[in-house]
């Protein structure tokens, strides 16, 4: 089974800075990784795909890097909508998570 | 809309057994593959099982082989998860998702969940 490791657990920052967040995986997944969102009581949102691909309606200050094993999100300006917990996602052998990054208000 | 509702979750005692059934309305069903993710109480996501958009193909996690079944129903627009032999952690809200965006299939879809409890 590929483990996706998630760094750092808990991401302190303040609206408008950036916000980077790291995913690595314990053997190559190619570019199938994802990035989700979730909020309290929601279900995840999917923010992008085949590690770098934004999907419909996610705004351009989301981006991701990386292909292989070292995959990263970027927010470039943090919104207050924006705090929340961020998980990776593998596709490449069945579909893994990682344990999540909370990304809360400094 | 385009939507996916989960029901079928409750409190059962371990060794007992619950279905979950998904919803879905608004996009055409038989087109995609679909996917149970389920998430403890406090804790991160765990993709359970995924089926094929005709049934065909069928895979799940190591946690839950040979005692949950997924399938699913075209003509209903339905997916089903059939789970045996409960025991404690399987308690989690259980999410039904679409998978779609190109070869690799991710979740772009989600329902809103349903609670499964699994306690004497």
């Known amino acids: 089974e590929i483990v996706l490791t998630q760094s750092p657990a808990t991401l302190s920052l303040s609206p408008g800075e950036r916000a980077t967040l790291s995913c690595r995986a314990s053997?190559?997944?190619?570019?199938?990784l994802a990035w989700y969102q979730q909020k309290p009581g929601q279900a995840p949102r999917l923010l992008i795909y085949d590690a770098s691909n934004r999907a419909t309606g996610i705004p351009a200050r989301f981006s991701g890097s990386g292909s292989g094993t070292d995959f990263t999100l970027t927010i470039s300006s943090l919104e207050p909508e924006d705090f929340a917990v961020y998980y990776c996602q593998q596709r490449s052998n069945s579909g893994t998570f990682g344990q999540g990054t909370r990304l809360e208000i400094k | 809309q385009v939507q996916l509702v989960e029901s079928g979750g409750g409190l059962v005692k371990p060794g007992g057994s619950l279905r979950l059934s998904c919803a879905a309305s608004g996009f055409t069903f038989s087109d995609y593959y679909m996917s149970w993710i389920r998430q403890a109480p406090g804790k991160g996501l765990e993709w359970v099982s995924y089926?094929?958009?005709?049934?065909?193909?069928?895979y799940y996690a190591d946690s839950v082989k040979g005692r949950f079944t997924i399938s699913r129903d075209n003509a209903k627009n339905s997916l089903y998860l059939q789970m045996n032999s409960l025991r404690a952690e399987d308690t989690a809200v259980y999410y039904c998702?679409?998978?779609?965006?190109?070869?690799?299939?991710?979740?772009?879809?989600w329902g809103r969940g349903t609670l499964v409890t699994v306690s004497s």
């Open positions: 998702a679409r998978e779609d965006y190109g070869e690799a299939r991710y979740f772009d879809l």
């Open positions: 089926i094929s958009s005709s049934g065909s193909t069928i």
């Open positions: 053997q190559s997944v190619s570019s199938y």
